[in-house]
C-alpha cells in the first residue's frame, strides 16, 4: 500500500512538472510575458528589478518551476548574476500561491466560518510579506536592469524565449526529484511522528488533533480545527494556532518534495547552496512571527 502511495506521488509530480513546463513554453512562445511585462516596464526600471526576474515572475503563475528554469538558463548563460538568480527565484512562490488562495480560501471560509477567514488571511499576509522581503533583497542585491545582456528587456526576453529548454530542464531535473520525493516520503512520516510526541507536552489533545490532520490535508485540519471549535475544547485564538503549528510542522517536508530535488536539476551549487538557506530562512521566520503573534493572543485570551 505504501509502494502505491510513493508511486502515484512521483506520478503525479511528474505529471505536474511536465504539464507546467509545457504551459511555459505556450507562455513564452505567444509572448504572454511581453504583454505583462510592457504596462510595467516603466515601474520594473524604476524599481531596478531584473525585467527577467519580472518574465520568471509572470510565468511562475502557471508554474514556478518553469520561472526558476527561466532563471535558471539565463544564469548559465550569464545574463544575470547569482543574486538575481536566488532572490528571483525566491519571488516566484507568490504569484502561484495567489492563484491558488484565490480557490482555497472560499472553500476553507465555507468548511471553517469566520476561523478559516483567519487562517486563510493569516497565510497570504505571510507570503505576501515574504514576497517583499525577498523582493527587497532582489532589489538591493541583485543587478536590476544593468547587465549587458538585458539592457534591452524586450531582447532578454527574446533570448530566454528562443531557448525553449524549459521542458529538457525539467525531464533532467526529473531522476533527482523522484529521489527526493521518495526520501522525503519514507522518512519525513518518522520525523514528524517524533515532532508530535514532543508536541504533547505543549500542546491540547483537541490542538494535536488538529495539527496531527494538517500534515495529512489541510481540509482535514480545517474540518478537526472546526469540529474542537465547536465542541468548546478549542478557542478562535487555539484553534488558529494548531493551525499555523500543523502548516509549519510539514514545511520541511514541503521544501524536499516541492523545491529542492527540482532546484538540483537545474541550478550549480553556488546558487543552490544559498538558494536553499534563504528559502528555508525566510518561510520559518514569517511562520515564527505569525505562530508568535497568534500565541500572544491565545495567552491574553486565556
Request: net charge positive.
Amino acid at each position: 500500500m505504501a509502494l502505491r502511495g510513493l508511486l502515484i506521488g512521483e506520478a503525479r509530480l511528474t505529471l505536474s512538472l511536465i504539464a507546467g513546463a509545457l504551459a511555459g513554453e505556450l507562455m513564452v512562445r505567444y509572448r504572454v510575458t511581453d504583454r505583462v511585462f510592457r504596462p510595467v516596464e516603466r515601474l520594473v526600471r524604476r524599481l531596478k528589478v531584473n525585467p527577467q526576474a519580472i518574465s520568471a515572475m509572470t510565468v511562475s503563475v502557471a508554474s514556478p518551476r518553469v520561472g526558476a528554469a527561466m532563471l535558471a538558463s539565463a544564469h548559465s548563460r550569464g545574463e544575470i548574476t547569482q543574486e538575481d538568480a536566488v532572490f528571483g527565484t525566491l519571488c516566484l512562490a507568490f504569484p502561484a500561491y495567489v492563484k491558488r488562495w484565490l480557490v482555497t480560501a472560499p472553500m476553507a471560509a465555507a468548511l471553517a466560518g469566520p476561523l478559516g477567514v483567519l487562517y486563510s488571511s493569516v497565510l497570504i499576509f505571510r507570503s505576501a510579506a515574504r514576497f517583499l522581503l525577498c523582493l527587497h533583497l532582489l532589489r538591493r542585491r541583485g543587478s536590476g536592469g544593468s547587465s549587458p545582456a538585458v539592457d534591452d528587456p524586450a531582447e532578454g526576453r527574446t533570448a530566454t524565449a528562443s531557448e525553449g529548454r524549459f521542458l529538457r530542464q525539467g525531464l533532467r531535473s526529473l531522476p533527482l526529484a523522484w529521489i527526493f520525493f521518495g526520501v522525503t516520503y519514507w522518512a519525513m512520516p518518522a520525523v514528524e511522528a517524533w515532532a508530535l510526541d514532543n508536541l504533547r507536552w505543549l500542546v491540547s489533545p483537541s490542538g494535536l488533533t488538529v495539527v496531527t490532520s494538517a500534515l495529512a490535508h489541510s481540509t482535514a485540519s480545517l474540518a478537526s480545527a472546526k469540529g474542537a471549535l465547536e465542541a468548546g475544547s478549542l478557542s478562535l485564538p487555539g484553534a488558529l494556532l494548531a493551525l499555523l503549528m500543523g502548516n509549519a510542522l510539514g514545511t520541511f517536508t514541503r521544501v524536499l518534495r516541492q523545491n529542492v530535488g527540482y532546484w538540483v536539476g537545474i541550478f550549480p551549487g553556488e546558487v543552490l547552496r544559498p538558494l536553499g538557506i534563504w528559502h528555508l530562512g525566510t518561510l520559518l521566520l514569517f511562520e515564527a512571527l505569525s505562530i508568535g503573534l497568534v500565541l500572544l493572543w491565545w495567552g491574553w485570551s486565556r
